[in-house]
């Protein structure tokens, strides 16, 4: 796969450069960039902009074109929450700097989900700049995490078999170290609240690699800034602040589902009185929730109201934005998707295709 994506990159001119986990990388305009994940992963980082019709030019530019060049060479880039197929016991790490070992020797001490959650599994990160009070819009994100990891979970198989998690994906973060994972609650006190969740979490980079990781708070006196820093990084609850907020709960989807989640939660922040309703009335963030969304999806009851409340009210907030940040039809899109969908207790988990870019942009079953 590195030549071909080597000789992608080169052909439309943009640079070799190296990921912060050492791996090969290739940087394009904008701030654009497409890298290895340590289980063999690629993952595009899109570039920061101002709307979403925007968002999807940048992404019907780079991955249709990316997935033609793999696929003349006989590799099919799968869009799915974890792979599908490939027995576990077969898959293998491709990175072995000091981070994503130690990191594989903590999970390895807990169980096996870490093994799956780093070599066969991929999310959509949404990144979104959160107008309006921080504390809201953090609550509100949190609230909304269960919603849309039940409306577009899509990893049901692993190994060929059905799981009993509609997300696999996400039933592996359950597992892997509490310590780091999950919703932090919201409110007015979210900073005490994430840093308690910080200091309390396993220092996985500190320490022998030999000995089991203790919680950064025990590290104290002792840590620097940048070893603060670097444990920072290896928090991931569902949403993860950044000096933005990186929601986490999506599956990886196929590039005709990619914008409908962005979009709802565009929708449910950016409009002053929606996000303020959506704050009022989401039931606050619950991991018993988050739970029973990825493993029993849209056919709990309690998970599918929120998610009834997510879809109106979000796109209730797109449709009091500007065509500019909206674009044309993403609210039709959507609409589409939750009628053929969501209201017949349906995920993107179900649909036959495993393709990232399929024959067509059309939203069928």
């Known amino acids: ?207 022998s690699e030999d000995e089991v990781a203790r919680p950064f708070e025990t590290h104290l006196g002792q840590a620097t800034n940048d070893d603060w820093h670097r444990h920072l990084t290896t928090l991931f609850p569902e949403v993860r602040p950044r000096r933005y907020l990186e929601v986490r709960s999506v599956d990886a989807l196929p590039l005709q589902l990619l914008a409908l989640p962005v979009a709802l939660l565009v929708g449910l922040l950016f409009d002053d009185q929606v996000r303020a309703r959506a704050h009022e009335v989401l039931p606050p963030p619950d991991p018993d929730l988050l739970e029973r969304a990825g493993r029993i999806g849209l056919a709990d009851a309690e998970v599918a109201d929120v998610v009834r409340s997510v879809f109106d009210l979000g796109i209730q907030g797109l449709k009091s934005l500007s065509a500019e940040v909206v674009g044309p039809d993403i609210v039709a899109r959507i609409e589409r998707f939750r009628s053929s969908f969501t209201d017949q207790a349906l995920d993107p988990g179900h649909r036959r295709g495993d393709r990232l870019v399929g024959d067509d942009d059309s939203i069928s079953a």
């Open 1 to 207: 796969m590195a030549p071909t994506l080597a000789s992608w990159a080169k052909g439309r001119g943009w640079t070799a450069v190296r990921s912060a986990a050492g791996t090969p990388a290739y940087a394009g305009p904008d701030g654009r960039v497409v890298s290895f994940e340590p289980g063999g992963q690629l993952e595009y980082a899109s570039a920061p902009v101002a709307s979403l019709a925007r968002m999807e030019t940048d992404l019907r530019d780079v991955l249709p074109s990316l997935a033609v060049a793999l696929a003349n060479e006989g590799i099919e880039l799968v869009a799915r929450g974890v792979d599908p197929a490939t027995p576990l016991s077969d898959a293998r790490l491709w990175v072995a700097d000091d981070r994503y070992r130690r990191m594989a020797t903590h999970y390895a001490r807990r169980g096996p989900w870490g093994r799956r959650m780093m070599r066969q599994t991929a999310a959509l990160h949404i990144n979104i700049d959160a107008p309006g009070p921080p504390f809201e819009s953090w609550t509100v994100a949190n609230a909304a995490a269960p919603a849309l990891l039940a409306a577009f979970a899509n990893s049901p198989v692993v190994e060929g078999a059905e799981s009993g998690h509609r997300s696999v994906r996400a039933a592996q973060w359950r597992h892997l170290d509490p310590t780091r994972t999950g919703i932090v609650p919201g409110g007015c006190d979210s900073v005490d609240q994430y840093l308690a969740f910080a200091l309390g979490a396993d220092a996985f980079l500190l320490g």
